[in-house]
């Protein structure tokens, strides 16, 4: 079955300053995948979708200017916090649709800690 | 709007025993209804999908109910074990390859 990269697992940034996190589907192209926020003790939370080829569709109460998606190619998409601030600090996670198959492969994902 | 529900309490159960979670949703006409497990610090990991039309489902130890006229799903651990102790999360779909909107998971916890 398809199986999701997500990198780095960890990081740690200061106020201000902004992080990438890359999303890669090993086995599967991906016109679609989704990017979802998990805060302690919750469940995840749909931020948007991005779309190879075009933008981003984004939920409704996500800044697409600060949650800046590129999906670069069929199998990598990525998502940069831009100027983090100390509450942008979460469990980011993607996932890989299957295509006609409902179920989704997910990312290890990115604990985010802005200091 | 819609709204996927799941016990916030924590189960905690014996070894052996059967662990029953149940999910439930409003205001939605899911054509799948999924349950994943998602251990502490990582990725949720698909389990058991289960369609609009279907009664039940079985995997190994595993099985789900869906009852689209109570809009609710059961998901059933037979014979725990202390390796099942996770959160298990249900999660509902409209079709293949669409965003999967996700209930806010069930911590169970299976002691020896």
């Known amino acids: 079955g398809a199986v999701v990269s997500q990198h780095p697992s960890r990081v740690i940034c200061k106020s201000g300053t902004s992080v990438k996190i890359e999303c890669r589907s090993l086995?599967?192209?991906?016109?679609?995948m989704f990017w979802y926020r998990q805060f302690p003790k919750q469940s995840l939370m749909l931020m948007a979708t991005s779309n190879e080829g075009s933008k981003a569709t984004y939920e409704q109460g996500v800044e697409k200017d600060k949650f800046l998606i590129n999906h670069a190619s069929l199998t990598l998409s990525t998502l940069t916090v831009t100027s983090a601030h100390p509450e942008d600090s979460s469990f980011y996670i993607c996932s890989v649709p299957q295509g006609v198959l409902p179920e989704a492969f997910f990312g290890q994902g990115t604990r985010l800690t802005v200091v | 709007s819609q709204k996927i529900e799941q016990n916030s309490e924590a189960l905690n159960i014996q070894e052996g025993k059967t662990a029953t979670l149940t999910c439930n949703y409003t205001?939605?006409?899911?054509?799948?209804l999924q349950w994943y497990r998602q251990d502490p610090g990582r990725g949720p990991v698909f389990l058991l999908l289960i369609r609009e039309n279907e009664k039940e489902k079985r995997k190994e130890r595993l099985k789900v109910t869906f009852d689209t006229t109570l809009k609710q799903s059961l998901f059933h651990i037979t014979a725990s074990q202390p390796a099942d102790s996770a959160t298990y999360l249900c999660a509902i779909i409209k079709a293949a390859g669409n965003k999967l909107t996700f209930g806010g998971g069930t911590r169970v916890l299976v002691k020896p």
């Open positions: 086995d599967f192209q991906a016109t679609t």
């Open positions: 205001n939605y006409s899911p054509a799948y």
